[in-house]
């Protein structure tokens, strides 16, 4: 499999990051309008599209998914 380098974004996993809180006010916005009409399913589009951007950039399928505190147990001794 062929490696892909991104010129303008070094970091893709801290650029997304960065856009969780706009993530979590669209999702937000959508809640104030009736489920499946046409502003719930615009805003649900730019949400679905910003996740499809997260998992093209980092490779992770669920990058705005919440994910427990993982244990450092078993991993390099300092």
């Given at each position: 499999?062929?490696?892909?380098?991104?010129?303008?974004?070094?970091?893709?996993?801290?650029?997304?990051?960065?856009?969780?809180?706009?993530?979590?006010?669209?999702?937000a916005?959508?809640?104030?309008?009736?489920?499946?009409?046409?502003?719930?399913?615009?805003?649900?589009?730019?949400?679905?599209?910003?996740?499809?951007?997260?998992?093209?950039?980092?490779?992770?399928?669920?990058?705005?998914?919440?994910?427990?505190?993982?244990?450092?147990?078993?991993?390099?001794?300092?």
């Amino acid at each position: 499999m062929v490696r892909m380098r991104y010129v303008g974004l070094v970091v893709p996993k801290a650029a997304f990051s960065e856009l969780a809180p706009l993530r979590s006010k669209l999702l937000a916005m959508q809640n104030s309008y009736r489920p499946f009409g046409p502003d719930y399913l615009i805003l649900s589009a730019v949400v679905k599209a910003l996740d499809s951007a997260a998992y093209h950039f980092t490779g992770e399928p669920d990058f705005y998914a919440r994910r427990p505190a993982q244990s450092d147990y078993g991993g390099p001794k300092d």
